[in-house]
């Protein structure tokens, strides 16, 4: 009996450390210590052999928030104005990604112009630059805006402005290179300095800009310490971190209200607290009305506002209505409503309604393949325009003073503890 109860013992400890986990089911943050399929341990940390890393989720990146993705009713809320009807409601679902919580400033775009102008051709360098003169008017005195707004200390932390969709592309590869190689030097032991960043020339089209290859000097994707790239977000990862729908459910999947903004209600002021009444977002209140009165300015911000002013919302998310309009990925289509996949949605080029439909040789239309979708409303904009369902479009290599961006990225499998 006792060789039995010892020889049930050893099987039992054997299919223990055979399986590398308590209960034997594994996942990719436990994956074991030997494979399921074929039962070979896997290599250790200098051995021969695959060797499997270990991985407690995906890292964050820097200035991003975790959107959980979900279900959610896409599309305009507020009364088609314009007449367009071109984002009529649907049901679709967005899978989990990240998103900046803020805007990108202008201390962020300088640094990048910065980082450049040491490893890149100096016509990159140039294309990168953004318009100053998108606040020159001639009719109004903002001489001091064109001049001063980029590179004056007191705008650093203003959203970056007169930036086209062409170079917020280039600058989210920039930054995903510069924040990989921080992870190279981080998790290597090596120094990234001789990782040339190397943009190059542009690429006609949406393709942004030359780089060097991806996987150059930094570490293999199995580590897990490789984020995948930034990027603009979908039409529909931003719209539905605007909604923030997740502030208002409870019990089994129900939600209280629908929002017409990134909060609840009607209102656009503060309903309760200290600063009741006061705006919950930068815009334009009326004709020739952009802030209130000298001793009570409502939203105190006369242009742009700064990138943490008011209030976040539930996914603690900055400005995501007023401010400044931001790109999104997607190229504008009138119909992207009726040509949607209900998961993860996106409208990267004409397939099912190509630009020859439309008639812009007799300039009976506009739309064409060079025009890329923008919302959220800015500082120059009617309220009506804060709702996250209105959208606008706008072609690619433009730029204006009310028009600025921040950056997205997937969330990749198991997010694991923070």
């Not at 917020?168 to 992870?183: F, G, H, M, P």
């Not at 990862?237 to 990134?262: C, F, H, L």
């Not at 001793?295 to 996914?315: H, M």
Request: glycine share 10%; with cysteine; proline share 4%.
């Amino acid at each position: 009996m006792k060789k039995l109860i010892l020889g049930a013992s050893i099987l039992s400890m054997s299919l223990l450390v055979f399986t590398g986990c308590k209960d034997g089911k594994r996942s990719s943050l436990k994956p074991g210590k030997s494979s399921n399929a074929t039962g070979l341990d896997y290599a250790k940390k200098d051995g021969e052999g695959y060797k499997v890393s270990d991985f407690s989720g995906q890292p964050q990146g820097p200035n991003l928030v975790f959107i959980e993705g979900g279900r959610f009713t896409m599309g305009t809320v507020e009364e088609d104005v314009t007449y367009t009807h071109d984002n009529l409601e649907r049901t679709v679902t967005v899978a989990s990604f990240y998103m900046d919580e803020t805007e990108i400033s202008n201390i962020n775009w300088l640094e990048y112009l910065y980082d450049i102008q040491e490893d890149s051709t100096r016509e990159f360098f140039e294309s990168a630059l953004p318009d100053t003169t998108v606040w020159a008017n001639p009719m109004s005195f903002n001489d001091q805006y064109v001049d001063q707004y980029l590179r004056y200390p007191g705008f650093r932390m203003y959203p970056v402005v007169g930036v086209s969709w062409l170079q917020a592309s280039d600058y989210c590869k920039w930054r995903t290179r510069v924040v990989n190689n921080a992870l190279f030097e981080e998790h290597s032991g090596g120094s990234s300095k001789g990782l040339k960043l190397s943009l190059g020339k542009k690429k006609k089209g949406a393709e942004g800009a030359e780089t060097a290859p991806a996987s150059a000097g930094r570490l293999q994707i199995e580590t897990g310490y490789v984020l995948p790239d930034y990027r603009l977000p979908t039409e529909a990862e931003w719209e539905y971190a605007a909604k923030a729908m997740i502030g208002t459910q409870y019990v089994d999947e129900n939600q209280s209200n629908q929002r017409i903004y990134p909060w609840d209600g009607s209102s656009l002021r503060k309903p309760r607290g200290k600063d009741k009444g006061m705006m919950l977002a930068n815009f334009k209140r009326g004709r020739g009305d952009y802030a209130g009165i000298a001793g009570r300015q409502n939203d105190k911000n006369i242009i742009t506002a700064e990138v943490y002013s008011f209030p976040p919302n539930d996914f603690g998310l900055y400005n995501m209505a007023g401010n400044v309009n931001e790109w999104v990925y997607d190229l504008y289509r009138p119909n992207s409503y009726q040509d949607f996949n209900d998961l993860n949605p996106i409208r990267r080029n004409d397939y099912q309604d190509e630009a020859s439909l439309y008639d812009t040789k007799n300039f009976n239309s506009l739309v064409d393949n060079q025009l890329r979708v923008y919302k959220g409303g800015s500082w120059n904009d009617i309220a009506y325009w804060l709702s996250p369902g209105t959208r606008r479009y706008i072609d690619q290599d433009s730029s204006t003073a009310t028009i600025g961006f921040r950056c997205a990225m997937i969330s990749v499998g198991s997010k694991g503890s923070k």
